[in-house]
């Protein structure tokens, strides 16, 4: 099984690399991982993995900046049914527009908007930065395993932005940050995290072992 | 409900902790990377390096560290210390850190803050205030350690530099540092109201009820402690019960 990180220039990927490694490991599941800006290499995967720190529109112009990665992602995941987890902006990727600083078109994988955090309290402080619950909707296999509700496992989260599907049927668990968050999204063989599995510890290792076992 | 952080704080000079970490037997208890992995496991909610490394020779030796912890370390790492550049910024995010933390730069020239949240997003940009009190409910903002004066008002300076990206406050009271006597409480409350972003509460620390007041009354949404932890006399887990017995919203996972 090989599990394709795509770097395109947003951040450090190493320690998602290595959380990747581990989680296998762990959960006895053989594989490569691999970090790769080769849409080639995406295409050849078994499963995709799509981070992303920093600014809507700038991961979506690094994104743009690799000839044929959104046509090999297009391929891979949308006509190959191939499981795809995305990862903070990754995750917000999937939208179809983010507003931040402007208006730039996503993936659109998932309809939706991505806007700024209005928390209903304002004493809540922005970003959202921190260990938070997940509140889940429904069941999902990403989260087998996984104790959620108030009193389960937290998940590392730091963004400003969020997640507005237009289908609340995409929402699989959220996060209470002065109101209801998306934390978990995803359709099909398509799921995306706001938080960071790969800094989460527990959650987010068994999070990421759910998700090399997936079979959408 | 999100909860507020317990964040040790390591200080690294030449690639080595200084003083090191004596809470569990470490084989090597300078080593910083060992540090990370022992309070990784403890729960710890993110982990703070310090750089106080002096000699630029020996600046490289951080971006090692920092790449060793991100591989064996699945928690949030904020590094701080001699960042003077956006370069200085892209290596240790390159290297595997999650948040920088600049100070003296800062206060040299504050479009630096602008230029790093543009380039990097502001969730990484921390930048860090040493305060002295000067007046009743007044406090200068130092640099150098608490050397040298800067004449500019540190919950001024606060908004200001939250106006140009910061992300976070690592709030230092420099007259609580090392004094083991608790948090500057109404500096630390001054700041934390002040501004829409997250505040680190840091300088002080002696007993776990200074980690509660931080957060009840200083109003940080996480807490910085260095020597409590590092010899023994807590452990994380010990601060976190007691604090979330006292009300306050912990991770104990």
């Given amino acids: ?216 | 409900m999100l909860k507020l952080r317990v964040i040790p704080c390591l200080d690294v000079k030449d690639g080595r902790v200084v003083k090191g970490v004596n809470f569990v037997n470490l084989r090597d208890a300078g080593d910083p990377v060992e540090c990370a992995i022992a309070y990784d496991r403890a729960g710890a909610d993110e982990l703070c390096f310090l750089d106080i490394t002096a000699s630029h020779e020996n600046r490289d030796t951080i971006f090692d560290v920092v790449s060793r912890t991100a591989e064996a370390c699945f928690m949030p790492l904020t590094v701080g210390g001699g960042i003077r550049t956006t370069d200085d910024i892209r290596k240790l995010l390159l290297a595997g850190a999650d948040k920088v933390s600049i100070l003296t730069a800062a206060v040299a020239r504050r479009e630096f803050v602008r230029e790093a949240a543009e380039k990097f997003g502001s969730q990484c940009i921390v930048v860090g205030i040493d305060a002295k009190q000067v007046a009743p409910g007044k406090w200068e903002l130092f640099t150098h350690g608490g050397r040298n004066r800067t004449g500019l008002d540190a919950v001024d300076y606060a908004r200001e530099v939250v106006a140009l990206g910061a992300g976070e406050i690592l709030l230092t009271s420099m007259d609580r540092d090392g004094t083991r006597s608790g948090f500057d409480i109404a500096l630390t409350r001054a700041v934390a109201d002040a501004v829409a972003v997250p505040l680190i509460a840091s300088g002080g620390v002696g007993t776990l009820d200074h980690l509660v007041a931080g957060a009840r009354d200083g109003h940080a949404t996480a807490v910085l402690a260095a020597s409590i932890f590092h010899f023994g006399e807590f452990t994380i887990r010990q601060a976190k019960d007691y604090m979330a017995a006292r009300g306050l919203p912990m991770r104990l996972d």
């Fill in chain 1, 1 to 216: 099984m090989s599990v394709a990180l795509i770097d395109y220039g947003s951040g450090n990927l190493h320690s998602a690399r290595k959380a990747f490694e581990l989680a296998a490991a762990n959960a006895g599941i053989g594989g490569k991982i691999t970090l790769t800006s080769d849409p080639d290499a995406v295409r050849r995967a078994d499963r995709i993995v799509l981070p992303g720190v920093g600014a809507f529109a700038d991961c979506k112009r690094g994104l743009d900046s690799i000839a044929g990665m959104n046509e090999a992602l297009n391929e891979a995941v949308i006509a190959g049914g191939k499981p795809f987890l995305g990862i903070c902006v990754g995750m917000q990727l999937l939208a179809a527009r983010g507003l931040e600083h402007g208006e730039t078109a996503g993936l659109g994988w998932i309809a939706g908007d991505v806007v700024a955090l209005k928390p209903a309290d304002p004493a809540l402080k922005i970003p959202h930065m921190g260990w938070n619950n997940l509140l889940a909707r429904r069941s999902h296999p990403l989260l087998d395993g996984v104790a959620t509700g108030e009193n389960g496992l937290h998940a590392y989260f730091v963004h400003s932005y969020h997640f507005i599907p237009d289908n609340p049927a995409h929402i699989i668990a959220t996060v209470e940050y002065g109101g209801e968050v998306a934390a978990l999204v995803g359709r099909d063989n398509i799921a995306g995290t706001q938080f960071h599995p790969e800094k989460s510890q527990k959650l987010g290792l068994a999070l990421i072992a759910n998700f090399l076992r997936w079979r959408p």
